[in-house]
């Protein structure tokens, strides 16, 4: 596609121009939209671009892992990767409101982001960012309305005495160009195609006090949901699926025992604009096998719910 290749050129170029000899920080999380930003800095100048990956604990199995595996091998990106997971469960300890926890895990984020920058402040002089054109629409529409249902922390929210110029190399793209521009890049299709995960991640899906353990728990349901819709070719067919982890114990029993364990509920929701959704008629032979799979191999989970509600009157998280 001629657009596509024009703007990997220019973009290449325009970074080339703009940075020169000088060095970026990017805080790269895996989503798609950090991760092509990323990847096109690479392209135009290699190892002055520093990629910080802050892991806060609240991520999908081995996502770290593989977001960062990835880059380093196919794109040689310098990545630097802060577990700061310890310090985000004890910040959240006795936080259940929603947005109090979204205000805990964005403000600790940005803490630890810039404590990165604040140290390194002699070799850095660009701050890149995956903005890109719905974010710009979006926020300065934020900024109109008195009624933000979720506050979402992409856009905004870094101190304004930064010395930091800032970089954003795709903020007049839409998402389906991000999408193309990172295939053309050389980006794996099962990166590219992920589904939106939030920033909050596992804690805004941990209903109540978000705990390591729970966490551990609700990493292992989710990795089988996730690995069963790929298996059976279902995963690009759909928006966005996950589990939440309940604050509910239940009977059940197992074997010739009862049980009294945690509850998760799926979700999995096909949407074009995530304003309004639609639960997925998922096959039931394969919901079937999907519960049966996370009963026997989860510890401490012994009951499974599908979330069926449209948005609206739902959202797509349960928080
Ligand atoms: P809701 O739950 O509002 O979600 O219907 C719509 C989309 O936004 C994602 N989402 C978030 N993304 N920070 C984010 O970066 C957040 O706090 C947040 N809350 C919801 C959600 O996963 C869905 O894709």
Redesign the pocket.
């Known amino acids: 596609d001629w657009f596509i290749s024009d703007f990997i050129t220019d973009a290449i170029k325009d970074i080339q121009q703009t940075v020169g000899q000088q060095h970026v920080v990017l805080g790269l999380s895996g989503g798609v939209d950090s991760s092509v930003s990323a990847a096109l800095i690479q392209k135009a100048i290699g190892h002055q671009l520093t990629c910080v990956f802050v892991d806060h604990g609240l991520l999908r199995k081995n996502e770290a892992d593989e977001v960062i595996g990835f880059y380093e091998k196919h794109f040689d990106m310098k990545i630097v990767k802060i577990d700061a997971s310890e310090m985000f469960f004890k910040h959240l300890k006795g936080v259940v409101e929603p947005e109090a926890k979204?205000k805990v895990i964005g403000k600790l984020f940005i803490d630890v982001f810039m404590n990165y920058i604040e140290e390194h402040n002699q070799e850095i002089n660009f701050l890149a960012q995956g903005t890109i054109y719905p974010d710009i629409i979006e926020s300065s529409k934020k900024g109109h309305s008195s009624k933000t249902?979720?506050?979402?922390?992409?856009v905004g929210g870094l101190p304004k005495n930064l010395k930091l110029t800032l970089l954003e190399p795709i903020k007049d793209l839409f998402k389906d160009e991000v999408r193309q521009v990172g295939k053309q890049l050389g980006i794996d299709d099962k990166l590219i195609n992920r589904h939106?995960f939030?920033?909050?991640g596992l804690g805004?899906r941990i209903i109540g006090e978000v705990t390591r353990a729970k966490c551990d728990l609700l990493r292992e349901v989710d990795a089988i949901f996730i690995e069963e819709l790929h298996k059976n070719d279902l995963y690009n067919h759909v928006s966005?699926a996950f589990a939440t982890l309940l604050p509910v114990k239940t009977v059940g029993v197992m074997g010739d025992n009862r049980t009294y364990d945690s509850l998760v509920a799926l979700r999995s929701v096909n949407t074009i604009d995530?304003m309004t959704a639609q639960a997925t008629h998922l096959p039931w032979d394969f919901i079937d096998h999907v519960v049966s799979r996370i009963i026997n191999e989860v510890d401490g989970v012994n009951r499974v719910v599908y979330d069926v509600t449209s948005?609206p009157p739902g959202?797509?998280?349960w928080e």
């Open positions: 979204r249902i979720k506050s979402h922390h992409n939106p939030p920033g909050p805004i966005q995530f948005k959202t797509i998280e």
